[in-house]
């Protein structure tokens, strides 16, 4: 298995090095932290802990308390690992909070053909020349602000800084989001990443381009009082534009969609979740919260041979 893990990650690294921007914001899609993949993987609307810094900045007016949050992920069976840090706080009367994602992928073979001087000839090995390290990172600066007693407006800048053997690239991008309240059970958010097209710049001379995409989800709360339990019904769509129409559950031209879906049941200070995305697989996962403590962890199982994910999470919230 770790030796498609492996040929995956080569493939995308050398659009990357090549200039091609189809795989250029993978490394910031998807969840960042346990929670998120336990749900699907799309949440807009329904926050406990800093997540919403990274997710929807607009949702962070409706956080009551400051703080911090830590995650771990291993993914493809431990070949990509995954560190997400987010603190939130409330300043002067802004909301506003910092974000930070890495990826590092290690062991990356680079291979040379025994015979350089005839690169087409039948006998001519591919022999392994040495390993690297990719490292992926990208800074989150979000602010959000209501705009009535229904609707927020966020906003977040991010830095990007990605580095593979001798080669490094930097980059700057900007996001925009929305969260609507309908009602006391019913929310809707929206956020709109990389708005003017953000782009790397590798040392190399090459750039990479990350395309525009527009996330869209709502959220459904209410109480079982036979059970003593609040459940969350979470639902949400990614429309990108970098024409992933080989993955996507609809498509047309340069445009694709992803569907996810996910439920969150609570009993006091113990929640069980469940969720789906159309892009790979279901996943599931739990949490706990204690004095100021959440901790909360997510599963994914294989998909495509690409071996089961893991995710921990640990906040720590306080006024």
């Keep these: ?5 492996v040929f995956l990650l080569a ?5 990357s090095l090549s200039g091609s921007g189809k795989y250029g914001g993978e490394f910031m899609s998807g969840s960042t932290e346990a929670r998120s993949l336990s749900l699907g993987g799309m949440i807009l609307t329904s926050f406990e802990t800093p997540a919403a810094v990274y997710f929807n900045p607009s949702y962070l ?3 009551k308390n400051s ?4 995650s771990h992920s291993e993914r493809f069976d431990g070949a990509v690992r995954q560190e997400f840090a987010a603190f939130n706080t409330r300043y002067s009367g802004v909301d506003a909070g910092l974000a930070l994602i890495w990826i590092n992928v290690d062991g990356i073979v680079l291979t040379r053909l025994e015979n350089e001087n005839d690169p087409v000839g039948p006998d001519n090995r591919i022999l392994p020349d040495r390993t690297v390290s990719d490292n992926e990172f990208a800074f989150f600066i979000s602010a959000g602000k209501k705009y009535n007693d229904r609707i927020n407006m966020g906003a977040s800048v991010k830095l990007l800084y990605k580095s593979l053997d001798i080669e490094s690239a930097f980059g700057t991008g900007f996001d925009l989001s929305g969260y609507y309240k309908i009602s006391d059970n019913i929310s809707a958010g929206a956020k709109i990443s990389d708005i003017t097209t953000s782009a790397l710049f590798w040392t190399t001379g090459k750039n990479e381009i990350i395309r525009p995409s527009i996330n869209i989800g709502a959220e459904y709360n209410n109480r079982i009082e036979y059970f003593l339990a609040d459940y969350k ?3 949400g769509t990614l429309i990108r534009s970098e024409n992933y129409s080989e993955n996507a559950f609809l ?4 445009f694709d969609a992803v569907i996810s879906g996910g439920i969150e049941v609570a009993f ?12 790979n697989t279901w996943s599931a996962g739990a ?3 204690f004095l100021s403590f959440i901790l909360d962890y997510s599963f994914r199982p294989d998909f495509e041979d690409l071996g089961n994910t893991h995710k921990a999470s640990i906040s720590y919230i306080w006024k």
Excluded: H, Q, W
């Design 287 to 289: 949490g706990v919260s």
């Design 67 to 70: 703080g911090i949050l830590l």
């Design 251 to 254: 498509s047309g031209g340069i």
């Design 11 to 15: 493939v995308l690294l050398n659009c």
């Design 233 to 235: 019904l979470i639902g």
């Design 268 to 279: 006091n200070s113990v929640m069980i979740r469940g969720g789906y995305n159309t892009d």
């Design 61 to 63: 007016p409706e956080m």
């Design 1 to 5: 298995m770790k030796f498609y893990t």
